[in-house]
């Protein structure tokens, strides 16, 4: 079996996370148009790929470069998306900010996005 050099550096849970995400977007993109997406806590934003035609809005507590817009979870900074994504986040929040955090996820996707969290 031959693996390329991307596959190899990846640890497993990152290759099934990378494996879920695009069914996930592929099934959802199929379903509706796709127009604003959310990455919270996206350090380094790596899933652009996923839907490359839509506008992705990065932000995080430590923004690493000009295209990440800081935000904590009590006040993101967006009115609408049709997808929030927030990976590998959610440990970092306190318990007493997570009632919040998920109301701002339900702000912000209404009763028609998604939230993967």
């Not at 919270?40 to 817009?69: M, V």
């Not at 049709?82 to 900010?97: P, R």
Request: net charge positive; glycine share 4%.
């Amino acid at each position: 079996m031959i693996f390329d050099k991307d596959f190899i550096y990846k640890s497993s849970h990152r290759v099934l996370l990378e494996l879920h995400l695009k069914k996930l977007f592929k099934k959802y993109l199929l379903r509706k148009n796709i127009k604003k997406i959310v990455d919270f806590g996206s350090g380094f934003p790596r899933y652009k790929f996923l839907a490359p035609n839509s506008k992705w809005y990065f932000f995080d507590i430590n923004p690493k470069n000009k295209n990440i817009i800081y935000s904590n979870e009590k006040n993101i900074p967006i009115d609408t998306a049709d997808i929030f994504l927030c990976l590998e986040v959610m440990q970092y929040i306190d318990l007493q900010n997570l009632k919040t955090f998920f109301w701002e996820i339900k702000r912000i996707i209404g009763n028609d996005g998604i939230g993967i969290i």
